[in-house]
């Protein structure tokens, strides 16, 4: 299919040009002249594309070849033929905020983005380990428990929704904090503004945590690790033609199908 949509855009007198998505990291060049970026495959795919495009400000255009499709925009059968309505300008620009985390361990500093979420989690171990929190520097509280999930709104329907956190419309700017499994019933997920700065410390004793970004980028953590998390200054532009609505349709029939 990848083929057949590059005799698309060059028949309209557009360049193009194809790219595995395990050699995507390698791509930065041909990025840095593109406008629009195609994306055959499932979440798991755009979310490695929106962190390479977004600091680029190039949108997306997925097409669905995995199995929820939460962020795709086309199904195979029908790329093909609505492509060049897209390629006309009949679309409208769908922005959605991301995350950059900052990680503190071991006297290193390396920063993270993400458009699902950021985790802190225990490592290997079947033990619980303790998260000290802090919201816009005030001390907010210590949860006991496998880990924790900061979430944006597009990543509510993925980890943060498995672990019992509640369901973001896309467009919302803020993000949702959600407990992995924790020790005290009384620790429940907690929605944030927009501009909240998260600073999370991880205490695992010698099992030793990890932090994921998008579950795809990790790296494990000593004990004592210091993570801040705040609103990205980029987002991720996806091309839409189907309403806001759809993604009531799509979460509607992901939630019917789990229940089976």
Known sequence: ?????????????????????????????????????????????????????????????????????????????EAVAKLPLYLDGDYWLDERAMLTATLEHNEHTEEFLALNDIVLVRGPLPRIVQIKIWVDGYYYNTTVADGMILSTATGSTAYNLAAGGPILHPQVKGSVLTPIAPHLVADRSLILDPGATVRMQIFTGPQGGVLSADGQINRELADGAVVTVTNSRYVTRFLRRRPPT??????????????R
């Open 1 to 77: 299919m990848a083929r057949e949509l590059v005799k698309i855009l060059t028949a309209q007198h557009h360049s193009a040009w194809l790219s595995p998505a395990p050699q995507v990291s390698n791509i930065q060049e041909q990025l840095e002249e593109s406008d629009l970026v195609l994306v055959l495959g499932g979440d798991g795919t755009i979310l490695h594309a929106a962190r390479l495009c977004a600091p680029l400000g190039i949108p997306l255009l997925g097409i669905n070849f995995g199995r929820v499709g939460f962020l795709t925009e086309l199904e195979p059968g």
């Open 246 to 259: 759809h993604f009531y349709q799509i979460l509607n029939a992901k939630l019917k199908e789990d229940d």
